[in-house]
C-alpha cells in the first residue's frame, strides 16, 4: 500500500444517529477502521453509551465502508464498572485515541509542510471538544458581552485553536455592544480575517503562502507597536497572541492545559510552515517550556515526543511498556507494516514486530470466553507464527458442549489441522465414554478417524456382552454402517450382533456361514473364539444339519486349535474343569454333527 | 430489501418470534433471542414494532428495541415460545426452564425451572432442544434421554431412559403424542408416547453415510414430510412412511446446518442456516412460469429426487417436495444475509417477517420476505 498523500474522500457512516451527542472516536485496525462512542459529550441528556466498538472495513476496490461489529471486552467493562473505573479507563482511551490520531497525522498521512500544521491543528481540536460546548454556551446566553468566560471562549477557542471566522463571530457580539470602540474591533475584525491558512489543494505554493504570512505577521507586529489596541487589554492579549509572542502564549496554560496544545498553537503563530524534520525541536522546547524544569514528563508525554520526533520504534515500545493492553500496540503496528513504513525490526525469535504485536494481542483474546473466534481471525493474518498458535491454543478452548465443540472442529478442518481434530475428538470421545455414552464416544472416533479409540470402545461393549450376556445399545451395534470398517475390533462387533440378529430371525445358515467366517477370516479376537463356539452350540445341536461336512472340519480345527495353545497357569482348577466340559461338549457336538453331514450329503436324493 | 441489523454484544444461539393472536392479524413485532458462551448467558425479548409515526415512503428501519431480558444459567441451548406469555428455554447446564413474559412485555421473570433435567452421574449434560405442544413440553439432551413435561406439572411426567447411544440433536412434534428425534449417528426415531414400551416406534437412517444430524422440522400440513439437516451441510427430505432413506438431498451450505424451518402458512417455503454464515430461503414451485425460472437462474443443485411417484398418494394434492416429476417442479434458493458472517447459528420465520441470530453478535431482522 503506497503511503497516502491525498485526503481521503470523506466517508459517510450510516446507522450512527446515537453519535448525535458524542464525539466519535476512531481507530485504525489491520484494515479495519474501528469507530466508537467516547464518553465525550458536547451536549445533550447523560445517556448510557452503547458499549459498541463498529469496524468499519474498507473495501479494496469501492472504498465503501460495510459495517460489522467487533465487541470489546474493555471497552464494555468501562461502560458497566463503577465510577472509579470508568474514570481510569476513559482516560486510557482518550489517551490512546489522542496518539492513535498523531501517529496517524504524523505517519500515515504523511502531511508535508504547509499541511502538517493544519492536521495538526485538526488534531488539537478534535482533542479539546469542550470548547465548542463552551462557546455555545456563550452565544446562547442572554448577552453574551457579559458573559464571565467571553474572553475566555474567544481566546482559548478560538484563537489558540485557529479558528478565525468563529472567533470574529463571537466578537462581533462585543463589536455590536461598544459602539465608541467599534473602529478597534473592526481593526481586529479585519485582522482576523485577512489571516492566511495554507490551502493545501489550492494552486498556492508553500513560497507563496510563506511571503504572504510574513506580510501579515508584520502588519499585526504593527499593530501592536503602534499600541492600536492599548484600550482594551483584552484585544491587546490576542494581537500579542498573533504576532506569535511566546510568553503570551504560555499565559494561557490554563486555557491550553496541555503542552502539545501550546506546541501547536505556537507553531500557528510562528511557523505555519512547519516541516515534519523540524517538528522535534519545537516539540521538546514546548514541552521544557509548558510543564517547567521540575515537572517530570508523564508516560504519555514520553509518546508523544517519540511520535513528533519520528522515532516510530520508541513510540512502539513506549506504548507497549505505558499501556497494559495490547490491543492499541497490535494495530497500530499492522497498520504501519501495511504502510510498509516499519523496517522489520526483526526479534531474536524470528517473527517481524508487527506479527509479535498481533499475536500477543490475539493470544490475550483467546482466553477470553467468548472472543476465541475472533482471535481466530487474528491468528490467520499472521503468515508465519500464526498457524502454530492458533494449533496450541485451539486445543484449550473449555468444550462446555458438543455444539461448541463442532465449532471448534469446524474452525480445525477448515484448516487442516488434521492433529487438532483428533485430540479434540478424543477429549470428547473419552468425556462421552466416562459419563457412559458409548454411541456418542463411537461417533467421535468416528469423526476423528480413530482406529484405537474405536477399538476400545469395542472392547466396552464386548465386555458388557459377556458380563450381561446380551448386548446394550443395540440401535448403534444395527446401524453401524461403513463406520464398521474403521477398526477390526469394530468390524467384529458388528459381525457379531448380526450373527446373533440373523439367529433370531431363524436365518441358521446364514448365520453359521458368518460365524464361521469370523473365526476363520480371523476377525474375532482370541479370547472369544470359545464363546463363538459355544454360540455355535445350539446351532449343531438342530435336527436339520446346518453345518456342512467342510464346516465341520473347520470348526473343528479351530477348536484343536484352541486346545493346542498354551494354558493359562492363572486359572483355577475350577475353571479348568469347566473349560474342559465344554470342550468336551463341542466335540461330542461336532462329531455328531460331522456324522449327519456325512450322511446327508452322501445321499442321493431320489 | 436488506435485513436490519442490530449488534447485542453478546453470541446469539436463538432466535424465536412470539406467536402473533390468530384473531388479531397483526405483523409479528416482539422475538426472543437466547445467548451463549457469555460468563453470564441472558435470555432477551426485542421489539421491531412501528415505533411512533410510520412513513408509508420510507422502509421500515427501525432497530429493534430491548423491552426486557432475564439471566440464564448455562448456555441457551434452545428456545421455543409454549404460548403468548411463556417461554421455555434449554440450558447447557441441564436445566429447562420457564419464564413468564408480563403482557406488556416489560419484565421477563422466571416461572418455573426443572434443574438438571437432563444429567450425568458426575457431569453437567446440557438439553439440547426442547420443543412445545402446550401444554406439553420435550425435552431431549446429550444424555440421551427423552423427557415429557406438563407446563404446570413440577413433577415431569415421562422419562425415556436411554431412549438414544448417542446424543440427540433436536426434536419436533409429529402428532399429539408422537415426537421426531435426531442424532449424533444420523438416525431418525419416532416416539410413541402412548406406548408403554421404551424403544422408538420407527427409526429411520441413512444408509452408507452416518451423518449427525442438527435439526428437523416436519411440514405445517403434511405430517409425514419431514426436513432434516446436518454435519455435511446438506439437506435431506424425508417421507416417514416409507423407507430407509431420504427422499431428496440436496446440497445446501458447506458446514454444519444448525436450523431448517418450514414456513408456517405457506410450506412451498424453507429456510435454513448454516455455520458457514449464510441462511437460505428455498422455494419449491410446480411448474407453470419457466419464463421466471429462467430468469432468476438456477441457485442450488438438487443432488437427487426421487423419480417414482409415491404409491397409495391418493390426493390430487401432492405436496411440491414430494413430487416425482422434476421436470415439473424445480428448487430456488437465495441467500437471505447480504454478506458472509459468522455461523448464523438460528433463525426463525413468521408471516413474512424473519429473525435470525449470528456468532458475529448480530440479529438481522427481515420484514419483507417474499412468501
Not at chain 1, 536 to 546: C, F, G, R
Not at chain 2, 263 to 285: A, I, K, M
Not at chain 2, 346 to 365: H, I, N
Amino acid at each position: 500500500m503506497e503511503e497516502v498523500d491525498v485526503e481521503p474522500s470523506p466517508m459517510v457512516i450510516a446507522d450512527l444517529n446515537s453519535f448525535i451527542y458524542r464525539h466519535l472516536g476512531f481507530e485504525w485496525g489491520p484494515g479495519d477502521l474501528l469507530v466508537y462512542e467516547t464518553n465525550y459529550k458536547l451536549q445533550g441528556p447523560r445517556t448510557a453509551g452503547s458499549p459498541l466498538v463498529h469496524v468499519v472495513r474498507k473495501d479494496e476496490d469501492i472504498c465503501s465502508p460495510i459495517l460489522l461489529l467487533v465487541p470489546d471486552s474493555n471497552y464494555r467493562s468501562v461502560i458497566r464498572a463503577c465510577m472509579e473505573e470508568l474514570q481510569h479507563n476513559v482516560s486510557i482511551l482518550l489517551a490512546i485515541e489522542l496518539i492513535w490520531n498523531l501517529c496517524e497525522v504524523l505517519f500515515i498521512d504523511a502531511a508535508p509542510a504547509g499541511s502538517l500544521l493544519l492536521h495538526l491543528l485538526d488534531w488539537v481540536r478534535l482533542h479539546k471538544s469542550d470548547v465548542d460546548a463552551r462557546a455555545r454556551e456563550v452565544l446562547q446566553s442572554e448577552s453574551p458581552a457579559q458573559h464571565q468566560s467571553y474572553w475566555d471562549v474567544v481566546r482559548r477557542t478560538l484563537i489558540l485553536q485557529g479558528r478565525m471566522d468563529e472567533a470574529r463571530q463571537v466578537l462581533s457580539k462585543q463589536a455590536s455592544l461598544r459602539a465608541e470602540s467599534s473602529s478597534v474591533f473592526k481593526r481586529m475584525d479585519v485582522l482576523l480575517q485577512t489571516m492566511p491558512i495554507f490551502n493545501p489543494t489550492g494552486t498556492q505554493t508553500l513560497t507563496e503562502f510563506d511571503v504572504k504570512w510574513r506580510h501579515w505577521h508584520e502588519e499585526c507586529d504593527r499593530c501592536l507597536q503602534d499600541n492600536t489596541f492599548a484600550s482594551n487589554r483584552h484585544l491587546e492579549t490576542i494581537v500579542k497572541i498573533l504576532v506569535g509572542d511566546e510568553d503570551t502564549i504560555l499565559e494561557q496554560k490554563e486555557l491550553l492545559s496541555t503542552w502539545y496544545h501550546f506546541l501547536v498553537t505556537r507553531l500557528l503563530f510562528t511557523h505555519p510552515t512547519i516541516k515534519p524534520p523540524d517538528l522535534h525541536y519545537y516539540a521538546q522546547s514546548s514541552m521544557n517550556m509548558f510543564l517547567g524544569p521540575r515537572a517530570p514528563p508523564e508516560p504519555l508525554d514520553i509518546i508523544l515526543l517519540s511520535a513528533f520526533e519520528f522515532d516510530l520504534h520508541q513510540v512502539i515500545k513506549d506504548c507497549s511498556i505505558a499501556l497494559n493492553n495490547w490491543w492499541f500496540v497490535a494495530h497500530l503496528t499492522d497498520l504501519l507494516d501495511h504502510c510498509k513504513l516499519l523496517q522489520s525490526h526483526n526479534l531474536h525469535f524470528g517473527s517481524n514486530l508487527r506479527e509479535f504485536l498481533v499475536l500477543e494481542y490475539a493470544s490475550g483474546l483467546f482466553t477470553h470466553h467468548s472472543l476465541w473466534q475472533l482471535a481466530v481471525d487474528y491468528f490467520d493474518h499472521c503468515p508465519e507464527f500464526g498457524r502454530v498458535y492458533l494449533e496450541l491454543q485451539i486445543e484449550r478452548i473449555p468444550l462446555d458442549t458438543e455444539r461448541k465443540a463442532i465449532k471448534v472442529l469446524r474452525i480445525c478442518e477448515d484448516r487442516q489441522m488434521s492433529e487438532q481434530v483428533r485430540s479434540i475428538c478424543k477429549i470428547m470421545a473419552k468425556r462421552a465414554l466416562r459419563n457412559n455414552r458409548l454411541g456418542s464416544a463411537l461417533s467421535w472416533s468416528i469423526r476423528a478417524k480413530d482406529a484405537a479409540f474405536a477399538t476400545l470402545i469395542s472392547e466396552r461393549f464386548l465386555q458388557d456382552y459377556c458380563n450381561k450376556g446380551s448386548f446394550t445399545d443395540l440401535d448403534l451395534l444395527d446401524n453401524l454402517g461403513p463406520a464398521m470398517l474403521l477398526s477390526d475390533r469394530l468390524t467384529f462387533l458388528g459381525k457379531y450382533r448380526e450373527f446373533h440378529r440373523l439367529y433370531g430371525e431363524n436365518r441358521f445358515s446364514e448365520a453359521a456361514k458368518l460365524l464361521l467366517s469370523l473365526m476363520t477370516a480371523k476377525i474375532a479376537p482370541r479370547g472369544l473364539w470359545m464363546t463363538l463356539l459355544t454360540d455355535a452350540l445350539p446351532l449343531l445341536e438342530q435336527k436339520e444339519v446346518i453345518f456342512s461336512v467342510d464346516q465341520t472340519y473347520e470348526l473343528m480345527s479351530c477348536l484343536e486349535e484352541l486346545n493346542s495353545g498354551t494354558k493359562d497357569s492363572n486359572t483355577t482348577d475350577q475353571e479348568e474343569d469347566i473349560e474342559s466340559t465344554k470342550t468336551e461338549l463341542l466335540r461330542l457336538a461336532l462329531a455328531r454333527n460331522l456324522a449327519m453331514a456325512i450322511v446327508k450329503e452322501g445321499t442321493i436324493e431320489t | 430489501m436488506d435485513p436490519i441489523a442490530k449488534y447485542i454484544s453478546q453470541k446469539i444461539s436463538k432466535t424465536r418470534w412470539r406467536p402473533i393472536s390468530p384473531a388479531l392479524l397483526q405483523r409479528p413485532e416482539v422475538f426472543a433471542t437466547g445467548s451463549w458462551d457469555n460468563e453470564s448467558n441472558r435470555v432477551s425479548i426485542w421489539s421491531v414494532g412501528d415505533h411512533g409515526v410510520s412513513n408509508t415512503d420510507s422502509e421500515f428501519d427501525e432497530e429493534p428495541q430491548l423491552l426486557c431480558d432475564s439471566q440464564h444459567d448455562g448456555d441457551v441451548m434452545d428456545l421455543q415460545f409454549l404460548d403468548q406469555d411463556r417461554l421455555v428455554s434449554a440450558s447447557s447446564s441441564g436445566a429447562v426452564t420457564i419464564f413468564k413474559l408480563q403482557p406488556d412485555c416489560q419484565s421477563l421473570s422466571l416461572a418455573h425451572v426443572w434443574e438438571r433435567a437432563h444429567w450425568y452421574s458426575c457431569d453437567n449434560a446440557p438439553c439440547t432442544a426442547v420443543v412445545c405442544r402446550s401444554p406439553e413440553v420435550v425435552s431431549v439432551g446429550e444424555d440421551g434421554r427423552v423427557i415429557l413435561y406438563k407446563a404446570d406439572q413440577t413433577e415431569v411426567v415421562r422419562v425415556i431412559e436411554n431412549a438414544d447411544s448417542s446424543t440427540i440433536h433436536a426434536v419436533t412434534f409429529l402428532r399429539t403424542t408422537e415426537v421426531l428425534t435426531v442424532n449424533s449417528i444420523g438416525q431418525l426415531k419416532m416416539w410413541d408416547f402412548r406406548q408403554q414400551s421404551d424403544s422408538p416406534a420407527q427409526i429411520l437412517s441413512l444408509t452408507g453415510g452416518r451423518v449427525p444430524l442438527h435439526c428437523v422440522d416436519k411440514h405445517p400440513n403434511q405430517q409425514h414430510i419431514v426436513a432434516t439437516g446436518g454435519q455435511d451441510g446438506m439437506l435431506y427430505i424425508w417421507d416417514v412412511r416409507q423407507g430407509n432413506t431420504p427422499f431428496s438431498l440436496i446440497e445446501a451450505h458447506s458446514a454444519e446446518m444448525w436450523e431448517v424451518h418450514f414456513h408456517p402458512s405457506n410450506p412451498n417455503h424453507l429456510f435454513t442456516c448454516s455455520e458457514d454464515g449464510s441462511l437460505l430461503h428455498w422455494e419449491t414451485t410446480s411448474g407453470s412460469d419457466m419464463s421466471t425460472l429462467l430468469q432468476r437462474g438456477w441457485n442450488s443443485r438438487v443432488v437427487s429426487h426421487s423419480a417414482v411417484p409415491l404409491a397409495g398418494e391418493d390426493d390430487s394434492v401432492v405436496s411440491a417436495w414430494l413430487a416425482g416429476d422434476s421436470s415439473k417442479n424445480r428448487l430456488e434458493a437465495t441467500h437471505m444475509l447480504p454478506n458472509q458472517t459468522l455461523s448464523v447459528n438460528s433463525l426463525d420465520v413468521l408471516e413474512q417477517c424473519l429473525v435470525c441470530g449470528t456468532d458475529g453478535e448480530a440479529v438481522y431482522v427481515h420484514r419483507q420476505v417474499p412468501v
